[in-house]
């Protein structure tokens, strides 16, 4: 696997930017691309998607580092969490 460097202009979009980088350097499909979040990696597909004109393809590898907005993306999804229960009473043991 080779490396390679590419460059866009800091105040350009950075997932837009990247994926047309990435489509005019050929090899679409080869590599691998990593992200802060699941949510910036969805929004790298769709970002791909677009500087394709909306044509099918094969995309890299995508990875998320963490699952940052894991809560977020539940809340979203119309899942709630539980309540929150109550507190016990009686005695608290502390160990130090």
């Known amino acids: 696997m080779s490396l390679r460097i590419g460059a866009f202009a800091p ?3 950075f997932l ?3 994926a047309r980088l990435w489509l005019a350097e050929g090899g679409a499909h080869e590599g691998l ?3 802060p979040s699941r949510r910036a990696a969805q929004a790298l597909g769709a970002a791909f ?3 394709n004109a909306g044509k099918a393809l094969l995309l890299p590898r995508i990875v998320a580092l963490g699952n940052i907005d894991e809560a ?3 809340l979203s999804a ?3 969490l539980p309540p929150p229960s109550p507190p016990r ?3 608290r043991c502390w160990r130090g």
């Open 78 to 80: 119309g899942f709630s």
């Open 33 to 35: 691309i990593i992200l």
């Open 89 to 91: 009473g009686g005695r």
């Open 16 to 18: 837009p930017s990247l």
């Open 49 to 51: 998607l677009e500087a």
């Open 11 to 13: 105040e350009a979009a």
């Open 72 to 74: 977020g993306l539940l």
